[in-house]
């Protein structure tokens, strides 16, 4: 019998990745198209109405190479979340979006602070540290990944550039790392055989059947363990009598 993996590509896995960003690219469209000016929706740190920037400021970007620059990674990260963490995608997505967004609009200076890139640092921080506390070899490896591709990304959570949010990359980095020590626990489990129950005999096993209790292979077949049954043949023999004529 065949173990269920959890580590299962489904529809969703890419569908949703794609969705987010073909959300974000209709947002920046309808921007340029009907000259809007969508940037004082973004988390305004310290006023009650920068809160809506929670959820809307991962849509808006400032120009084109800000969006692919946060589009790109978006899409990669996220699907692996989706695709490696399915059982926790949505709470990891929702409870981060809020706790990155909460975070930049406490620690942040006050301006219009947008884009998914908070988004970005969840994901990557999450990927990481989930895997390295998970041990599990797939997981572990996916850490590295995302260490080698995005190890980049650490030094923009400082104030090197002051038209960069380093404070929404910093709590998109704290949301990761909480949400992975949180949800360290849930680990993919390695799918289990059902020789490897606590119920399991060897005898019930048609291939077990074949190791004898020294574990020598024994080509057990039925018809070897038959008796050949001995046949008796009896001959009758009987004299014909001739009749004799004179």
Known sequence: MKPSS?????????GYPLLFVLMIWIVFWAELRFNLNLAPFGVRPGEAVGLRGIIFSPFIHSDIKHLFNNTIPLFIL???????YRPLRWKVLLIGLVSTGLITWIIGRPANHIGASGIIYLLAAFL?????????????????????????LIWYVTPIDPKISWEGHLAG???????AVVFKEQI??????????????????????????QGNFVDNLPFQNMEEEETEYNYIYTEKKSDDKN
């Open 128 to 152: 990481f540290f989930k895997g390295i506390f998970s041990k599990n070899y797939r997981l572990v490896a996916l850490s590295l990944i995302v260490v080698f591709v995005y190890g980049g």
């Open 188 to 213: 993919a489990k390695p799918p289990k055989y059902h020789w490897e129950s606590s119920d399991f005999k060897d005898t019930d096993d048609l291939f077990m059947q074949h190791f004898d209790e």
């Open 78 to 84: 996220s699907l692996a979340l989706f695709y490696f």
């Open 173 to 179: 980095l704290l949301s990761g790392l909480g949400l």
């Open 6 to 14: 959890p580590f299962v590509f489904t529809s969703g896995t890419i």
